[in-house]
Each structure stands twice: as structure tokens, then as C-alpha cells.
């Protein structure tokens, strides 16, 4: 709690009373507390994949590039972590649009279930690469108005999640519906599943149940926060069902008629 004081003068200046004001400001450090996480969390995120660059490439010039397993070994690893970064720096410029007070959403008619079928073909090389089964029971013809862009974003980063989070020889299953005024769209999985006590703190920026499971299949830790405001920005929601070792289920609902709010 902030208390700042003013006298109240007469006229021919005698005191009369005083002013206090008190402010709250545990929202205002909070939030403060938070800014500097997340630029800590940030900078560790860079720092990583920069430092195994730099080395992997000081160790080919001072003569390892002489052995040519090792060039060809240490430059996919140079690859591979430019590629991080690359996805770390995206995903940190999309947030921070979503973020935005004057942010605003590109609505138009969408075609939802052709929108699914277009996503398909980078998820089901994505699934073949890990040996996981894609099925998916998208059938219909429905409009809904919404930002067609964002939203695949959505269904791709909850599908990527799913692949990655589920073991070879697994399922993933894509299922849309619809409710009432509402489309539901569920991803599910039966890999790694998540605990019960972290699900309210998977939409957090760099929140990860198992930082060496995400980093290793590509993630940057901020798909589900980006999913969470394109969805909440459609006036929808997501719900996450899990159970650890049996598997994960995403239910996607966003309202077919969009209203300006
Ligand atoms: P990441 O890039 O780490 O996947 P996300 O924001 O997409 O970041 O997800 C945050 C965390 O939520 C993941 O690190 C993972 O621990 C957990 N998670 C997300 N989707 C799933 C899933 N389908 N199954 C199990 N855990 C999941």
C-alpha cells in the first residue's frame, strides 16, 4: 500500500486538513514481477541456442571441420538451434501482437472444416516423421466468421503439441463438432498427458511440465499462451482434459457468429 499526503490551505493559507491518498499497488508490483520474468525467461530462452552455436563453430574453425563426420554432425546442430531461434523469435512477435491493447482480429466467413483439411498434410508429415497415427473425423460444411490466419495457427500448434507429446506407434485424433451456437473442435492424444496440479499453468508464457521433452521436439514453450489469446479473442475457450500416460484431450469452442465487444 502507496500513502502520499497534501495539506489543504485557507485562503490566507492556514491549514484546514489533509489529503491521503491510498494506492494500491500490489496489482501494479505483481505485474512488474511478471514483466521481469518473462524478460528473464526470454534472454535465458536466447542464450541457450547461442551459446551451443557459438561453440559447435568455434570447435570446427580451431580444426574439428577437418574431420568430415564431425562438420557434417556439428553443422546440423548449428541448424538446428538457428531453427529454435527463428521459432523463438516468431512466436515472441506474434505474442506480443496478440498482446496488444489495438489488437484486433481479421474477421471474415471461414470455411472451418476446409480450413482443418488444409492443415493436414504438414501435420500428417509431422506424424509420419514420429511414427504417431493421424485420424480425423472432420466432416460437414460449416461457416463461421473468424480470423481464418489465426486460427490455423490454433489447430497447428495444438497438433504439433499432440504428436509431440505422445509416444511413437500413438494416436492423435482431430474431431470437429457442433454445439448449439458453437463449433468444438478436440485434439486429442494418448501419450504423456499432463498433472493434474500443472494444467491451469500450461497457457503460461514458458510454462513447461518437462523443459528437456519440449525443447527436444522444437517447442518454444509459448504455443498454448498464443492458443489461449487467439481463442479468448474469438470469445471462446479452450478445456483441457489429461490423464499422466494415458493421454491429453484440447476442446477447442468458438462461437460461429463473432461479436465485437
Ligand atoms: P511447448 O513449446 O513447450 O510445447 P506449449 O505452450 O505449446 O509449449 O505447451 C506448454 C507445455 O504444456 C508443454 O511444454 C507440455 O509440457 C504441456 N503440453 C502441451 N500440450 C500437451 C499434450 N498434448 N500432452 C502433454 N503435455 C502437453
Same mark, same amino acid.
Given at each position: !500500500?502507496?500513502?502520499?499526503?497534501? *495539506? $489543504? ?6 491549514? +484546514? &486538513?489533509?489529503? =491521503? ?93 476446409? !480450413?482443418?483439411?488444409?492443415?493436414? *498434410? $504438414? ?6 516423421? +514420429? &511414427?504417431?497415427? =493421424? ?127
Amino acid at each position: !500500500l502507496e500513502v502520499t499526503g497534501a *495539506p $489543504i490551505l485557507s485562503e490566507d493559507q492556514k491549514w +484546514k &486538513g489533509t489529503v =491521503l491518498v491510498f494506492h494500491d499497488i500490489t496489482e501494479l508490483k505483481q505485474l512488474e514481477q511478471m514483466r521481469k520474468d518473462f524478460v528473464a525467461n526470454v534472454s535465458h530462452e536466447l542464450k541457450t541456442p547461442i551459446t551451443s552455436i557459438r561453440g559447435f563453430s568455434e570447435t570446427l574453425l580451431d580444426g574439428a571441420m577437418k574431420d568430415e563426420a564431425m562438420l557434417e554432425q556439428f553443422l546440423h546442430i548449428i541448424l538446428k538451434e538457428s531453427g529454435r531461434l527463428q521459432s523463438l523469435i516468431q512466436d515472441l512477435l506474434e505474442l506480443s501482437k496478440l498482446e496488444r491493447e489495438d489488437f484486433y482480429l481479421n474477421i471474415e466467413q471461414v470455411e472451418i472444416q476446409r !480450413l482443418l483439411h488444409d492443415l493436414l *498434410p $504438414i501435420v500428417q508429415q509431422h506424424a509420419d516423421k +514420429k &511414427g504417431v497415427n =493421424l485420424r480425423t473425423k472432420i466432416d460437414g460444411e460449416t461457416i463461421i466468421q473468424g480470423d481464418s490466419s489465426r486460427l490455423k495457427q490454433v489447430f497447428m500448434n495444438l497438433l504439433t503439441n499432440a504428436i509431440n507429446y505422445t509416444w511413437s506407434e500413438g494416436d492423435v485424433t482431430l474431431n470437429f463438432k457442433e454445439k448449439d451456437e458453437d463449433i468444438v473442435i478436440s485434439i486429442a492424444d494418448n501419450g504423456v498427458g499432463i498433472p493434474e496440479e500443472e494444467i491451469s499453468r500450461i497457457f503460461e508464457r514458458f510454462y513447461r511440465v518437462d523443459k528437456a521433452r519440449s525443447r527436444n521436439s522444437g517447442g518454444t514453450g509459448l504455443g498454448l499462451a498464443i492458443v489461449k489469446h487467439i481463442v479468448e479473442a474469438h470469445h471462446g475457450k479452450v478445456d483441457v482434459e489429461s490423464v499422466v500416460n494415458e493421454g491429453t484431450t484440447f476442446h477447442v469452442s468458438i462461437p460461429k457468429k463473432f461479436t465485437k465487444t
